[in-house]
C-alpha cells in the first residue's frame, strides 16, 4: 500500500514539472523566437519482494523542431532564419543561440541582438557594419553587403538542444559545446524584413494546462484515500 503512494507522489512530481512548462510557454506565446518546452516521462521500475512498481521520472525537458510562423516586418535589420538552423550572439554566458532575429545597428557600426548581444558571424567574431554607409542587404546565403560591397555575413549554426537544456532569457539556448557553422547548405537560409513568431499554440497549451490539472487533483485524491486505507487498517489491528 506503500509503494501504491510513492507511485502517486512521484506522479505528482512530474506533472508539477509539467505545468511549470506550461505556464512558462503560455507566458511566451508573443516572444518572438520562441520555441515552447516539451516533457518526456520515462517509466522508472523498482524491485519488490513481491514484484515491480513503476514510478513516474520527473521528465527531461526538450525543444521540439516545429518553427514558428514566418512574418513580415519590412524592417531591413529584422531576420528569420529558414530551416533548421539558429542565430548565435555573444553574451555574458558565452554563446547563445536564438532564433530571434530582431537586429540593430549601433553608432559605431555593431550589429546586435534586441537586448544589445553583439551578432555573430560564421567565425564565431561579432558583425561590423558600416554605420554611414547605405541601407544593408542580406542575401539568403546571409552575406552582408553596404553600398555593393560585401562586409561579412549573418552565421548560422546546427544546433540541438540537450535534454534538460538551459534558457539564456527568453528565446535563447545556451549550447553545452561550440556550435557548428553551416556552410553551403540549400535548405536553411536567412530572409531579410521578417521574423519568426513564437511556436506556442496557446489552445494546445490551455487544453494541456486544464488537463494535467485534472490529472493533479485526481492523485491527490488517491493519496488522501490511500491515507484514509492506511489509518483505519492500523485502527483494525489495534483492536
Not at 9 to 25: G, P, Y
Not at 36 to 60: N, P
Not at 203 to 222: C, G, H, M, P, W
Amino acid at each position: 500500500m506503500q509503494d501504491g503512494l510513492y507511485v502517486a507522489l512521484s506522479a505528482q512530481v512530474a506533472l508539477e514539472q509539467r505545468l511549470t512548462t506550461i505556464a512558462d510557454n503560455l507566458a511566451n506565446v508573443n516572444t518572438t523566437g520562441f520555441r515552447a518546452t516539451g516533457i518526456k516521462f520515462e517509466e522508472v521500475v523498482s524491485g519488490l519482494t513481491s514484484g515491480q512498481a513503476a514510478f513516474v521520472s520527473e521528465g527531461d525537458s526538450f525543444l521540439p523542431d516545429r518553427s514558428g510562423e514566418i512574418v513580415e516586418t519590412g524592417n531591413s535589420l529584422d531576420f528569420a532564419v529558414q530551416g533548421d538552423a539558429w542565430f548565435a550572439i555573444s553574451t555574458p554566458e558565452g554563446t547563445v543561440m536564438t532564433r530571434d532575429g530582431r537586429f540593430s545597428m549601433q553608432p559605431t557600426g555593431e550589429l546586435v541582438s534586441v537586448n544589445g548581444y553583439p551578432v555573430l558571424d560564421p567565425g564565431g567574431s561579432p558583425i561590423q557594419l558600416d554605420p554611414g554607409g547605405s541601407r544593408p542587404e542580406v542575401g539568403r546565403d546571409g552575406f552582408l553587403r553596404q553600398d555593393g560591397r560585401q562586409l561579412g555575413a549573418i552565421g548560422l549554426y546546427a544546433f540541438r538542444p540537450e535534454p534538460n537544456f538551459q534558457r539564456f532569457e527568453n528565446s535563447g539556448v545556451i549550447p553545452t559545446g561550440p556550435p557548428e557553422p553551416i556552410v553551403d547548405r540549400n535548405d536553411v537560409g536567412v530572409l531579410q524584413g521578417f521574423v519568426e513568431n513564437s511556436n506556442v499554440n496557446p489552445i494546445k497549451e490551455l487544453t494541456n494546462l486544464i488537463t494535467v490539472q485534472r490529472a493533479f487533483d485526481s492523485i491527490a485524491a488517491l493519496i488522501k484515500d490511500g491515507d484514509r486505507a492506511i489509518d483505519m487498517t492500523v485502527r483494525a489491528l489495534e483492536q
